[in-house]
């Protein structure tokens, strides 16, 4: 059974980086064609996803946050990262990290979101 959690800071100030991290237990993330999304949720809104990192360390970003965002990982904590720069208040959700098979956008496990609040 995979597991996804995410963690960090639940409150960013603007103008800073925002940084979650998420640990994934029960699969390797390095696992061909397995891909490791970061998805967010503002208030009120739907899901918007903001980009991947391939089993392979290859990364693809939404072209509307690509300009601020950047993925990495740890293989030898089986995490994987994100950082969100210049944040403002729009940047408030829940940020959740997942698992898709193939880079199709189907995510098969889910951590369970963490909201971080940008606020002064």
């Known amino acids: 059974q995979v597991q996804l959690q995410e963690s960090g800071p639940g409150l960013v100030k603007p103008s800073q980086t925002l940084s979650l991290t998420c640990t994934v237990s029960g699969g390797s993330i390095t696992t061909n064609y397995y891909y490791w999304s970061w998805i967010r949720q503002p208030p009120g809104k739907g899901l918007e996803w903001i980009g991947y990192?391939?089993?392979?360390?290859?990364?693809y970003y939404s072209p509307s946050l690509k300009s601020r965002t950047s993925i990495s990982r740890d293989t030898s904590k089986n995490q994987f990262t994100l950082q969100l720069s210049s944040v403002t208040p729009e940047d408030t959700a829940v940020y959740y990290c997942?698992?898709?098979?193939?880079?199709?956008?189907?995510?098969?496990?889910w951590g369970q979101g963490t909201q971080v609040t940008v606020s002064s």
């Open positions: 997942a698992r898709d098979f193939g880079g199709l956008g189907l995510h098969d496990y």
């Open positions: 990192i391939a089993y392979s360390g290859s990364t």
